[in-house]
């Protein structure tokens, strides 16, 4: 299984300014019911705090420049880690569609 969020991404580095009202970033929820339901069991705890040094979920400023890096290098660093992120995002049963849909969603790039 080829997965990478880095779910993030360049998942949790420094906290970037501009960061969304902790309020919305934290009520915002995929539309759909089973990745709504993954999202507020492994993403969300990290990606809703900003002293987590996760990049908020919504926050363009933070995420533009890891999508920049590109899929694949988000889906490698979910996978396997990265600074804070541990491996697998701690979603040990969900797919590469599923990480790249949910970093999609908190990238605020959904397609």
Sequence with gaps: MLVCTALALGA????DSGSPQPQAAS???P???KLAKLYGQ???A???SPGSGAPQAGDRAAWDPRMA???ATLLE???GGYKGMPPLGSCMDCSEQEFETLIRFMSGQAS
């Design 42 to 44: 492994t993403c969300k």
């Design 31 to 33: 539309a759909d019911p």
């Design 77 to 79: 660093r979910t996978v």
């Design 12 to 15: 949790c580095g420094p906290q």
């Design 27 to 29: 009520a915002a929820m």
């Design 69 to 71: 890096q590109g899929m």
């Design 46 to 48: 990290c990606h809703t």
